[in-house]
């Protein structure tokens, strides 16, 4: 459903208008996640109900006849009642909504009007998110960035429309801040025929991840499209491929699942001789029929207390994971009653793979789930799709880190940066090398932070921290490399001799760089901080020991440059915490 521009006030015609009855239908059309094969949300559109039916006629009719707005209106109510008649597991949403700019920025939309329309029906602005198509543009970015905040005060979610169709794409981009980003069809159509394209929306999948938005790809309508998007990272979908807009909200069909698990099974080989497959790892937790009441799991828990999760089963197909946590913060600590432990036993969003599924492509895939269930158990399959057991993201991760350390090209599945392997390759490199600067990154006080603000949020700051000193990379001198050791602690790796001014620089762009991650409390306190051990407020920053040449024998080890730096990060760390800026320090006997 399109909202196009505002027109002249006047009596809608009967084609619009039937008294207070709409003369549209709503129609919804699913955007699906491929990896778990759950319904993420649908997309609201309208189609007309008298001689014009076509979208495309119905609006260009509007237009010429100056009813554009009251064609909007019309689509608008027609949705929300139809959404308010809807049974609750499906009313739930998000439901996506394509508004253009002029319609945005209309007080006719933009005022009471509109969630009042929703409060009427039992609605909230938490199930609608704005799709602000990028075929039109703001002239005003600024007035651009405040309804996006508007708007996002209200409740709703932030999409941005058709990307890459327009001309000033990456401005709204920008200015939008979306939550989800959706592709344009014009990327999509024949992708797996146009290098070009999939080198872009490759970028995209990297850039969404950073700014923790959701990337979907629109008019995927053919395999070979799709088998390519999961190829570069593409996660969500829509399209005629997956389920053609229906009158009432509906998932994808059976054949649609196995064959999208069979282009997953055949992405997720092994990357690396010495990779291992999750089924080696998997442990069979307590499980429970669908149909369980809250009681029954409440007494599950409370015989089991070292067990974290209870799987739910539909005969042998896993149903849903229910976690310690969320249960009881759901039922107060206490479910002594009947209520089912699912209401409506609606399909929770679980991640399923094979247990061939290597381990090192899995931590990359669960580590890019969002935010509210990124560290939920990951459910293990046959391949047939029956219930093997789980895998905790602790035990994953960890063993990911261990082949990582043994693969030559391993990546950090949290920062996609080299590991511990690679960097020590460069290292020795290095040593070889007449000049040369090795400097070690972490970050100070981010076990407090991580107390205080929790992991999701220290997730945030270590990608944070991985861009920052990837986006000076080219401040350091040619040939240099950077890599992620684990949690809190980068390498960099210089071929040649490195200026104060710039490891200055870095700590200058990590201190103020970092306000994006602040909240509305931090912001007015002037950053974000955290307690240490004596209970002070401390800031997170940036430490850098660096070692050079200078410093070290003719011939150097690495267990001497070790050492070295271990003594220089202590030093460092010491003056941070006296300035409380992120501060770098070069060991002594380098002459800076």
């Known amino acids: 459903?399109?909202?196009?521009?505002?027109?002249?006030?006047?009596?809608?015609?009967?084609?619009?208008?039937?008294?207070?009855?709409?003369?549209?239908?709503?129609?919804?059309?699913?955007?699906?996640?491929?990896?778990?094969?759950?319904?993420?949300?649908?997309?609201?559109?309208?189609?007309?109900?008298?001689?014009?039916?076509?979208?495309?006629?119905?609006?260009?009719?509007?237009?010429?006849?100056?009813?554009?707005?009251?064609?909007?209106?019309?689509?608008?109510?027609?949705?929300?009642?139809?959404?308010?008649?809807?049974?609750?597991?499906?009313?739930?949403?998000?439901?996506?909504?394509?508004?253009?700019?002029?319609?945005?920025?209309?007080?006719?939309?933009?005022?009471?009007?509109t969630l009042e329309l929703l409060r009427q029906h039992g609605l909230s602005p938490q199930q609608l998110v704005l799709e602000i198509t990028e075929r039109s543009t703001f002239e005003d970015t600024e007035q651009?960035?405040?309804?996006?905040?508007?708007?996002?005060?209200?409740?709703?979610?932030?999409?941005?429309?058709?990307?890459?169709?327009?001309?000033?794409?990456?401005?709204?981009?920008?200015?939008?801040?979306?939550?989800?980003?959706?592709?344009?069809?014009?990327?999509?159509?024949?992708?797996?025929?146009?290098?070009?394209?999939?080198?872009?929306?490759?970028?995209?999948?990297?850039?969404?991840?950073?700014?923790?938005?959701?990337?979907?790809?629109?008019?995927?309508?053919?395999?070979?499209?799709?088998?390519?998007?999961?190829?570069?990272?593409?996660?969500?979908?829509?399209?005629?491929?997956?389920?053609?807009?229906?009158?009432?909200p509906q998932r994808p069909g059976a054949d649609f699942a196995e064959r999208c698990r069979e282009a997953i099974r055949a992405l997720h080989h092994r990357e690396h001789e010495d990779d291992e497959t999750v089924g080696s790892m998997i442990i069979r937790p307590p499980c429970a029929p669908v149909t369980a009441q809250a009681v029954e799991l409440d007494r599950l828990f409370r015989r089991t207390p070292g067990e974290d999760h209870v799987v739910l089963l539909d005969g042998e197909q896993p149903h849903a994971v229910v976690t310690r946590r969320n249960f009881y913060a759901r039922f107060g600590g206490t479910a002594a009653s009947t209520e089912a432990a699912l209401p409506d036993a609606p399909r929770e969003a679980l991640m399923v793979v094979e247990d061939a599924t290597a381990i090192t492509a899995l931590a990359r895939m669960a580590m890019r789930r969002p935010p509210e269930t990124v560290y939920d158990p990951v459910v293990v399959t046959d391949a047939k799709g029956h219930f093997l057991g789980t895998v905790t993201m602790k035990q994953l991760i960890a063993r990911a880190s261990d082949l990582e350390q043994h693969a030559a090209t391993g990546a950090h599945p949290l920062t996609d940066l080299p590991g511990s392997r690679m960097i020590e390759r460069w290292i020795r490199a290095a040593l070889q090398g007449s000049a040369f600067t090795v400097i070690y990154a972490d970050l100070d006080h981010f076990e407090a932070y991580n107390d205080r603000y929790g992991f999701l949020q220290g997730d945030r700051v270590i990608r944070y921290t991985a861009s920052v000193l990837s986006e000076c990379l080219h401040l350091l001198p040619e040939g240099s490399n950077l890599g992620h050791v684990g949690?809190?602690?980068?390498?960099?790796?210089?071929?040649?001799?490195?200026?104060?001014?710039?490891?200055?620089?870095?700590?200058?762009?990590?201190?103020?760089?970092?306000?994006?991650?602040y909240g509305p409390e931090d912001l007015r306190r002037g950053g974000f901080t955290a307690k240490d051990a004596a209970g002070n407020t401390v800031p997170v920053t940036l430490s850098l020991a660096a070692v050079d040449h200078q410093g070290l024998s003719a011939n150097p080890h690495p267990a001497e440059l070790s050492a070295v730096a271990a003594s220089l990060r202590k030093r460092v760390k010491a003056v941070s915490a006296q300035t409380h800026t992120s501060t770098f320090l070069f060991q002594p006997g380098a002459v800076k």
Request: hydrophobic share 45%.
């Open 1 to 113: 459903m399109s909202l196009p521009s505002p027109s002249k006030p006047a009596p809608p015609p009967p084609w619009l208008w039937n008294g207070d009855e709409p003369r549209v239908a709503t129609v919804f059309q699913p955007i699906v996640d491929l990896l778990s094969g759950e319904v993420l949300g649908h997309e609201v559109l309208s189609r007309g109900l008298g001689p014009v039916e076509s979208p495309n006629e119905l609006f260009n009719r509007a237009r010429v006849e100056g009813f554009t707005y009251e064609l909007e209106r019309a689509c608008w109510t027609a949705a929300v009642r139809r959404i308010a008649t809807l049974p609750e597991a499906q009313r739930r949403g998000p439901f996506f909504f394509n508004v253009s700019p002029d319609v945005l920025s209309d007080e006719r939309f933009g005022g009471a009007s």
């Open 144 to 248: 651009l960035r405040m309804l996006a905040r508007r708007y996002a005060e209200q409740g709703f979610g932030i999409a941005l429309d058709d990307f890459g169709a327009g001309h000033s794409g990456l401005v709204t981009l920008v200015h939008s801040a979306p939550d989800f980003i959706k592709l344009d069809q014009a990327l999509v159509r024949d992708i797996h025929l146009h290098t070009y394209r999939q080198h872009l929306v490759k970028s995209l999948v990297a850039f969404a991840q950073r700014v923790d938005a959701v990337l979907i790809a629109e008019g995927v309508e053919t395999w070979n499209e799709l088998a390519v998007l999961l190829r570069l990272g593409i996660r969500h979908a829509q399209g005629y491929l997956l389920a053609r807009p229906v009158s009432s």
């Open 487 to 517: 949690g809190d602690d980068f390498v960099l790796v210089c071929p040649d001799a490195v200026a104060p001014e710039v490891l200055r620089t870095l700590c200058q762009r990590f201190d103020a760089e970092k306000v994006p991650l």
